[in-house]
């Protein structure tokens, strides 16, 4: 007898109202199972969120300007979402819920992100439960809200613990301490606001690279434990407008010197400088993370797991200018570090899984910054939307090792623009910008099939004469696939097939370290061109033939299996005997070499395609 396919029963879908200060979309409606969800305009791309419970959710995108649909898709492609076009509105299902992007025609993509439903949302009074609008919070935004919030928490943990509630609404904050055992939860349509006026906020350090000075917005104390921040509410840092009239930003969210810290479910919105930045902490959780930067602001990175241990960070979406998924160490002299309490760290144990990255600069990496010993970090189940880089390790500021990591079963759909020299799937790059360097890597391997043509780009370079590069042969391998959907013939943007290249890059001396100044494609500080940056050490580079990767010597035919091992020492005071293990397996590649950068600006976008 003929089987037929079960289809899971709908979901239940919460839609929640869309914040007062926010614009709507002038180019989509959205219904799920029926019924609306608003969407947001927002620059470079639009974006809807809402949440269910167990079950199918259909989903109907509309263009709203009534003109047919001549091409779409839904990302992660990996999920194999079908969807039928009828006229302006595309339809498909989804079995649960899932963080989307959807493209339509010429249109700013759409960002669907679709939140398990809350199953631990707290009353909104009673026992434990701290208000703050019951407390004098003024939720329409036109008057500060930081005393009555930050005596909540105060309040909670005074009683041993308890919950911090914030309904829904608009709230101007100036920066909030977290203590031990207590819990901060925005409802949806909860928007803390962040001012971008100094002189409501503390400052905490001083960007050197930006000349900008920095504050914890929302932060924890030191030597704190047990505390959350979840709900379904949105942290926003107005990053655009407060480097506008102030040339001041944020740190979103500052876990420091803290254990047992858990976040769950926010919008991290626009922000100036590094949104969520962990300092010298343990047992960290993140999930349901969605990080909304924009893609026209530099600095702006996702997670940046600094000096911290025991980190996990859960089924996520960043998208941002600047890494949206990385980890980082320093010295504490270092212009971010020298707030910072007690002595440096290293990164150990950390796990970025189930992922979106959508980035101008690396989908996944480690560094710039490698003052400190970092192993044991892993990134799995991950997709790259789109990058410059889809995965790497820039061993650039510091001395220490890297090791211990892997790349697993990551998916590379686009690398859609440039990174001043650089547009691949995979570079590992070791540098010395006066700092000290690190070893490079001692063993890469990474195995490969695809259907498409053309060169399959990575890229490895050391520093100073002392380092020795070896390259290994590809060999058959058959436990991990990468997929190409697409070719590319090489031309101006990329220097040639599998290049192997060497800096000799001389140290610069420096009164202090200071965190970079990455330059990624498009990014623009203070009126720089940030594609000029760093241009010495580029000049620098003394380039070597490249060096094949077939086996004894062959080059690579594509749609081919093989694993490559590349290897590199660094034997010297710093440096010696220490072997860096990096393992990037299951990766699978989808359109990664694009013909041409994408414009991605919101004034780029036709609203009548």
């Known amino acids: 007898m003929p089987t037929t396919t079960a289809h899971a029963a709908p979901a239940r879908i919460d839609a929640y109202t869309q914040p007062s200060i926010y614009q709507r979309s002038p180019d989509y409606e959205l219904t799920v199972n029926g019924q609306k969800i608003d969407v947001v305009d927002y620059p470079s791309y639009d974006y809807a969120h809402f949440s269910m419970g167990a079950g199918s959710a259909t989903i109907s995108v509309r263009k709203l300007n009534n003109t047919n649909i001549g091409a779409s898709t839904i990302s992660p492609r990996k999920l194999g979402l079908q969807g039928t076009v009828s006229g302006s509105t595309l339809t498909f299902t989804v079995p649960n819920d899932e963080y989307l992007i959807v493209k339509l025609d010429g249109r700013a993509d759409l960002v669907i992100a679709a939140d398990p439903a809350e199953t631990d949302r707290p009353a909104s009074s009673g026992p434990r439960i701290h208000n703050v609008v019951a407390g004098g919070a003024d939720p329409t935004g036109s008057a500060l809200s930081t005393s009555v919030v930050q005596s909540a928490v105060d309040a909670a943990n005074a009683a041993g613990g308890g919950t911090v509630y914030v309904p829904a609404g608009v709230y101007q904050v100036g920066n909030v301490v977290l203590k031990s055992n207590v819990s901060l939860y925005l409802a949806p349509g909860a928007v803390f606001r962040f001012t971008g006026n100094p002189a409501d906020y503390t400052k905490h350090w001083h960007k050197d690279s930006q000349n900008r000075d920095i504050t914890w917005w929302i932060s924890t104390a030191f030597g704190s434990t047990n505390i959350r921040v979840f709900g379904r509410g949105t942290l926003d840092s107005n990053g655009a407008e407060a480097i506008r009239r102030y040339n001041f930003a944020a740190n979103i969210l500052v876990p420091i010197a803290t254990t047992n810290f858990r976040f769950d479910g926010l919008i991290v919105r626009e922000s100036g400088a590094w949104a969520i930045v962990t300092a010298r902490s343990s047992d960290l959780t993140f999930t349901n993370v969605k990080v909304f930067n924009r893609l026209d602001m530099g600095e702006n990175e996702g997670i940046d797991v600094n000096e911290s241990q025991n980190v996990t960070v859960r089924h996520g979406i960043g998208i941002s200018l600047d890494d949206p998924w990385t980890t980082k160490a320093?010295?504490?002299?270092?212009?971010?570090?020298?707030?910072?309490?007690?002595?440096?760290?290293?990164?150990?144990?950390?796990?970025?899984?189930?992922?979106?990255?959508?980035?101008?600069?690396?989908?996944?990496?480690?560094?710039?910054?490698?003052?400190?010993?970092?192993?044991?970090?892993?990134?799995?189940?991950?997709?790259?939307?789109?990058?410059?880089?889809?995965?790497?390790?820039?061993?650039?500021?510091?001395?220490?090792?890297?090791?211990?990591?892997?790349?697993?079963?990551?998916?590379?759909?686009?690398?859609?623009?440039?990174?001043?020299?650089?547009?691949?799937?995979?570079?590992?790059?070791?540098?010395?910008?006066?700092?000290?360097?690190?070893?490079?890597?001692?063993?890469?391997?990474?195995?490969?099939?695809?259907?498409?043509?053309?060169?399959?780009?990575?890229?490895?370079?050391?520093?100073?004469?002392?380092?020795?590069?070896?390259?290994?042969?590809?060999?058959?391998?058959?436990?991990?696939?990468?997929?190409?959907?697409?070719?590319?013939?090489?031309?101006?943007?990329?220097?040639?097939?599998?290049?192997?290249?060497?800096?000799?890059?001389?140290?610069?001396?420096?009164?202090?370290?200071?965190t970079p100044a990455e330059p990624c494609p498009g990014q623009a500080r203070d009126g720089v061109d940030e594609r000029r940056i760093d241009s010495r050490s580029r000049r620098r580079r003394q380039r070597v033939d490249p060096v094949g990767f077939g086996a004894h010597g062959r080059p690579v035919v594509p749609g081919r299996s093989g694993r490559a091992d590349l290897g590199a020492w660094r034997d010297d005071a710093v440096g010696g005997g220490v072997r860096e293990v990096v393992r990037a397996s299951g990766v699978r590649r989808r359109d990664v070499l694009a013909r041409r950068p994408l414009d991605h600006s919101r004034s780029g976008r036709r609203r009548d395609g």
């Open 330 to 514: 320093w010295r504490e002299d270092t212009d971010i570090a020298l707030p910072w309490p007690g002595s440096p760290e290293p990164v150990d144990n950390v796990l970025f899984d189930d992922l979106i990255s959508w980035t101008r600069c690396y989908g996944f990496k480690i560094g710039q910054g490698t003052l400190q010993p970092q192993s044991n970090i892993v990134f799995r189940n991950g997709v790259v939307y789109d990058a410059a880089i889809g995965l790497g390790i820039h061993h650039r500021y510091g001395s220490a090792p890297v090791s211990d990591v892997r790349f697993e079963s990551i998916d590379i759909e686009r690398i859609g623009v440039k990174l001043v020299d650089d547009r691949t799937w995979l570079r590992f790059i070791v540098e010395d910008p006066g700092l000290g360097s690190g070893p490079g890597p001692r063993c890469c391997r990474s195995q490969h099939h695809g259907p498409g043509q053309g060169h399959h780009l990575r890229r490895a370079e050391g520093i100073q004469p002392g380092v020795v590069h070896q390259r290994r042969a590809l060999r058959p391998g058959h436990h991990a696939r990468l997929y190409d959907a697409g070719d590319h013939t090489g031309g101006d943007e990329h220097p040639g097939p599998r290049q192997l290249q060497r800096r000799h890059d001389q140290p610069a001396a420096g009164p202090r370290a200071a």
